[in-house]
């Protein structure tokens, strides 16, 4: 299919641009693994990726600073999972606006948290920058790495679209996780709530 792989690699940076601002993880890890494929550059695909990621951080944040009293915002930081993890990180403002990119579940929560907490602007932007191009570069290359072992495991995939299996596998993988670990929570506190 020489269609699909000149689509990906006219289109594809911008499809990861694009995607990393809207879903996250599993499009950086899959730009990685068109990047180990040659059909896109590594570093163009992490720093789409962490352009990507930057830009939700600094339109969620934006949306946190102008409705930070809203109904939506308070549902979202008080929810019983996030805001036990909000309560513990916003302790020191600088290490969260490093790291909540990196914590499951909080890629919303996480700049909401810092626009109603009223950190400023400028150190905001700046700390999550740098929080962006470390995320857009591990996750593109995990991708990379995982379309690596994918190779060595059961050989040279040659076809585009046997390597866009990679990061749907992924995808299920983590949406699976995910859902475990939900399912566990849901029981534990169901247990909890019998006792």
Do not use: K
């Not at 163009?44 to 339109?59: F, M, N, P, R």
């Not at 029981?187 to 006792?195: K, L, P, Q, V, Y």
Request: net charge positive; aromatic share 10%.
């Amino acid at each position: 299919m020489a269609w699909l792989e000149s689509f990906v690699e006219t289109y594809g940076t911008l499809a990861v641009f694009i995607g990393t601002a809207l879903e996250g993880e599993t499009v950086a890890i899959f730009g990685g693994v068109m990047a180990h494929r040659d059909h896109l550059a590594f570093w163009q695909v992490a720093l789409a990726a962490a352009a990507g990621g930057y830009l939700s951080d600094l339109l969620i944040y934006g949306f946190g600073r102008w409705h930070r009293d809203s109904a939506r915002t308070r549902r979202i930081l008080e929810h019983r999972h996030v805001a036990p993890v909000v309560a513990r990180l916003s302790r020191n403002l600088t290490l969260f606006a490093l790291v909540f990119r990196f914590v499951p579940g909080l890629r919303t929560a996480g700049p909401l948290t810092l626009a109603a907490a009223r950190m400023s602007f400028v150190p905001y932007a700046l700390l999550t920058g740098i929080a962006a191009l470390a995320w857009g570069v591990t996750g593109v290359g995990l991708g990379y790495l995982l379309g690596q072992t994918v190779t060595v495991l059961i050989g040279r995939l040659h076809r585009i679209e046997h390597a866009l299996l990679i990061p749907i596998v992924a995808g299920v993988l983590i949406v699976g996780g995910r859902m475990l670990l939900q399912r566990r929570r849901a029981r534990r506190e169901a247990a909890d709530g019998h006792e």
